[in-house]
């Protein structure tokens, strides 16, 4: 049994911990109140104004074990406060921004003359201000409480989503789309960015998949939606495309008023937890990480993550990814309307892929966290895209392109939370992580605005250039996986191999004499020679 003391402030400016691991050995029938027992006792003596060691370290390295069931019972509810609510804003913001593609269908096109350049011009207009807004934004998540500026955004997003029902001209319909993207920016990056804050490396892949499930089943959703709203077309004098931006938002709005009841801060003031259960959860998250984490911003912060080559390489790589995604969300029914089928049929056509991708991503999360790595189905997502899109461009049958669909909405939508998950789970501090993700969503959004003009209106119904674009950033994105594996693992070997040396002074780094304290392995943060990178 373990007991932990935390003694008063001695003389001296002296901690004085006590820890006393206790044995007890079962004595004779007769003498039941006599216990004899091993008392192992261990003092540690730290100097208060010269470590470096906080209040709150201390007090998580005391924290008493929860049993297997109770374990399980906090992780239940985590996520049951977290993943639901995360996954729901995701749909609907998907929703809204995805909308347009079923909207072009309903007479958009013709009623607010997006011809030719106008349509692609409307499209990169959201995403050009998501880019902007999405690195800041998740600066301020932190600072304004994520259970009151995420849920604000859903609100922000729902509202002008509604009034894009509404519009009468362009111009009305560009600026609504440029405030749609300013209120969406900070959505997904801030929930991928929470998530790290509440969850042990290894345990975040099925998280990020259910969460990113939202957004995957949004396209099968979005579909039916469509199809059956296109019959209100002439409702109330309004058109089928009006109905549809109209209805989608309304449901944004009120799953934001259920987010405002329900989302939850960090960790630390989580008071649906017992005070036992939260300190049991910030001492698992301490222990995910041998090196710890700088929990307060610098403006080196900013500089490193810019300069950091993991982060430049899960940008570019994540372009890759999210390149295929958006051709899908934003033009698939448009692609099948190309095959011969008419716009209602087209929107229910676009429903399967989706449901078959929402399917492999769920259960590709699970796996990935239980052989603890991301890089196997980012390649595989970045393979099944590249056949489904060396399908589509080539001659092949009405049935053989549909079929090739599913091959690009499932890849996409299967490498594009695993890069995400592989880049947080290699990113040391809280505000760089943030900074990273933010980043990388960042760069993912300027593969959006690349193909927003690179699947123009004139080139249907085939979208070769479209299609030939795709295919040079999924190549691009296959080299780079292998090149990124084989850079992580040669690193983790060096480290191993300092680690389990024997020989080795404590502390000490190959080329350095001398030792690294507390403060400053959190310092160096994934760059600490303790830190194991996730392949």
Known sequence: ???????????????????????????????????????EDTIQVFDAESSETSK?????????????????????KVDMRLVPIAAALYLVSYLDRGNIGNAKLQGLLTQLSL??????????????????????????????????????????????????G?????????????????????????????LTLWYPRHMLQWRFGLFW???????????????????????????????????????????????????????????????????????????????GEEAHFELRHVTEAILDWKVIMGCVINVAVTSGLYSGALFLPSIINGFGFNAAISQLLSVPPYVVATATVIICSLYSDRIRMRSPFVFLGLALAFIGFAINISNASIGAKYFGTYFVVTGAYLGA???????????????????????????????AIIICNVYRVQDAPRYIPGHTAELAMLAVGLLLVPITVLIYSHRNGQRSKFLGDPDREPGAV????????????????????????TL
Not at 67 to 72: F, L, Q, S
Not at 166 to 193: H, I
């Open 510 to 533: 190959p080329g350095r004499r001398g030792e690294y304290t507390e403060q400053e392995l959190k310092r160096m943060g994934d760059r600490a020679p303790t830190f194991l990178y």
């Open 56 to 76: 709150a370290d201390l007090a998580l390295r005391l924290t008493p074990s929860l049993t297997a069931e109770e374990e399980r019972s906090l992780w239940r």
């Open 213 to 291: 499930g939202g957004a995957t089943f949004s396209g099968a959703f979005s579909g039916l939606l469509a199809y059956g709203i296109s019959f209100m077309s002439g409702a109330g004098g309004l058109l089928g495309w009006s109905w549809i931006f109209i209805i989608e938002g309304l449901i944004s709005i009120v799953v934001a008023i259920i987010a405002f009841i329900v989302f939850v801060d960090l960790p630390e003031t989580a008071n649906f937890l017992s005070p036992r259960e939260r300190a049991f959860l910030l001492r698992r998250l301490g222990d995910d990480n041998a090196a």
């Open 166 to 194: 509404l519009a009468k001209t362009y111009p009305q319909f560009v600026g609504l789309r440029l405030c749609l993207g300013v209120a969406e920016a900070g959505l997904s990056p801030g929930v991928y960015y929470l």
């Open 1 to 39: 049994m373990w007991m932990h003391t935390v003694l008063p402030i001695l003389p001296g400016s002296q901690v004085g911990i006590l820890q006393a691991k206790m044995s007890t050995a079962a004595l004779s029938s007769s003498t039941p109140s006599n216990e004899k027992g091993k008392v």
């Open 115 to 164: 011809t030719s350049n106008r349509y692609s011009i409307t499209l990169t207009m959201f995403y050009l201000a998501y880019c902007i807004f999405t690195s800041p934004a998740n600066l301020l998540l932190k600072r304004c409480g994520p259970s009151k500026w995420i849920p604000g955004l859903a609100l922000a997003w729902g509202i002008v989503a509604t009034l894009m």
């Open 417 to 447: 939370p695993m890069v995400i998950a592989w880049l947080g789970n290699n990113i040391v501090g809280h505000y760089k992580r943030g900074i990273a993700i933010g980043l990388q969503v960042m760069f993912g959004n300027i593969a």
